[in-house]
């Protein structure tokens, strides 16, 4: 089981806005953790029209959160990053190919095993994933 | 978040198998679900070297359940044929490349909600999947 790249992604940019808890610029995130620009512009540039990231653009510019790291619950985050993909295709009504779909039992397990898993992450927010004993570590090797 | 096609094919066959409840072919399958016989004889395959399925070559020959469905458990079955795709790529220690790994406060979060989704499939076995008032829908459709 699998989380998108573009919600892996969107979980480090939100870490180190967190850390930060300033104005910062793309390359200093990709610089940090090692990853492609291309693929970070979109992923800030969705996050943006999602609320969780503003950006201006300009001399003054750079990237901030647009929330309160203690307002963004993962659970909500993460649904909003992982979109499209269904756990299997039934679970999208636009690709479904199985004729079982509608007598299928192991769909309701599955549904139960989902909302468990968003569950947990409903119970944490941003705040939650840079705070604590390792807060300092992370933002040394981060943010230098 | 998404199972891989393999788990998705492998699900599928065995609950073909548990609703069969004796030996058949694999062109069946495809046919039945309509999909790709080639990738579904790779998910064969597998199957049989992980001890869920039996196959025999030959005429008399066809693919069976290896134990009974209400032997085969959700949870061991995906864990199974999820094998190597990590949540996220720090859970590999082989293609992690993530700096803060070892600090991360998100990885336990993570960690916990899989455990969550693990914990409900792993609460069903493959007999609850064909079970119950939808079994015989679904056998008219597979099985014609």
């Known amino acids: 089981m699998r989380l998108s790249l573009f919600s892996d992604y969107s979980l480090r940019v939100l870490m180190y806005a967190a850390l ?4 910062f610029q793309m390359d200093e995130v990709t610089k940090a953790y090692g990853i492609s620009r291309h693929h970070l512009a979109k992923v800030v540039q969705r996050l943006a029209q999602l609320g969780y990231l503003e950006t201006r653009r300009g001399r003054q510019g750079g990237i901030t959160l647009a929330k309160p790291p203690e307002e963004i619950r993962l659970g909500r985050l ?25 007598s299928c039992q192991l769909k309701g397990i599955l ?3 989902l909302r468990d898993f968003y569950a947990v992450l ?23």
Chains 1, 2 share one sequence.
Do not use: W, Y
């Open 111 to 113: 549904g139960q095993a």
């Open 78 to 102: 993460v649904r909003d990053t992982e979109g499209q993909p269904a756990i299997v295709e039934c679970f999208d009504p636009a690709t479904n190919t199985c004729p079982i779909n509608g």
């Open 122 to 144: 409903d119970r944490h927010t941003l705040k939650d994933t840079v705070h604590g004993p390792h807060r300092a570590r992370m933002t040394k090797v981060l943010l230098g």
């Open 20 to 23: 930060k808890g300033e104005s």
